[in-house]
């Protein structure tokens, strides 16, 4: 016992002293969810394969909503994304105060249409 406690002195923290040391996510690690809403289409497969009912999809106001604190990590969307713009990324969401939810707004160019013709 006391050769343990005299190594333990001298060894440094088994513990990091969070939040000032910050240990790096893990390869594969399920954290935060990014949508590239440049690259979606709003088909809306990824709110229906959700198993917590998190995301949101309004075709009609072009919308994709995301709650963070309801979501799971499990992955699920990632995966059934056809248009792969959907990631994890190694992070977790940071406590915080209050709720949010994620809105993202899909801009989407209007269609040019031909009225008329000139011939020069
Ligand atoms: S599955 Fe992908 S493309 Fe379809 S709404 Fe979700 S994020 Fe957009
Ligand atoms: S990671 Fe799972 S729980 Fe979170 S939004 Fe995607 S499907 Fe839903």
Known sequence: MIKNIFRNLVAG???RAYPIEIRPGFDNARGELENDIDGCT???ICAKKCPSQCIRVARKQNLWEFDPYACVYCGICVESCPKSCLVQ????????RMKETLILKKEVKPKLKVVAKTSG
């Open 42 to 44: 709003l088909c809306g």
């Open 89 to 96: 990324d190694k992070t977790h969401k940071k406590p915080t």
């Open 13 to 15: 923290s088994a513990t």
